[in-house]
């Protein structure tokens, strides 16, 4: 009995040592580029087809602006900022990593879909809780990025005959 009861013990010892083994070599591999720009992936694919469920963008944003915003502002300055996409044309592909910082991060650059060609769109992924995390929407918080709308040069007038509906 002593002796079955030390071999159990033995066994679950062993496979103790290997899980936690294992899952030490599995966390720095999230720790890298590569996993940085997958990532990246994952959080375009939230843009560009998930804009209605801003939520789902949130849950990508750094701890940092997390603090600022809650979930529920950053829902309301989404919806608000994407109400006018032409002005800020945002559909985000092709991400590569341009840079890493002094401080572990990476900046990825996606290529933007707009009418000028070559438009691009940098975000900061930065590595916390065991995962990679985005910067951005850095003009949400102090409400800069309304400025955009106090002078918008066109019109839909300009393309509509309104008075024909009336």
Known sequence: MKRSVTVLLSVLLFFTVLVSAAAEDQAPALHTAEAALERAKEYAHAVNYD???PEKIYAF???GFRELMTEDEFIEAFNKERSYPYITPLYIFFPEVTKETENGSYIITFLRAARIEGMTYDVEMVFE???????????????SYLEKFENIPYSLDWYYDFSETE
Do not use: A, C
Not at 135 to 141: H, L, R, T, V
């Open 129 to 143: 809780d065991g995962n990679w995390y985005v910067k951005d929407w850095e003009q949400f918080p102090d409400g």
């Open 51 to 53: 804009f209605r469920t």
């Open 61 to 63: 944003l750094w701890s």
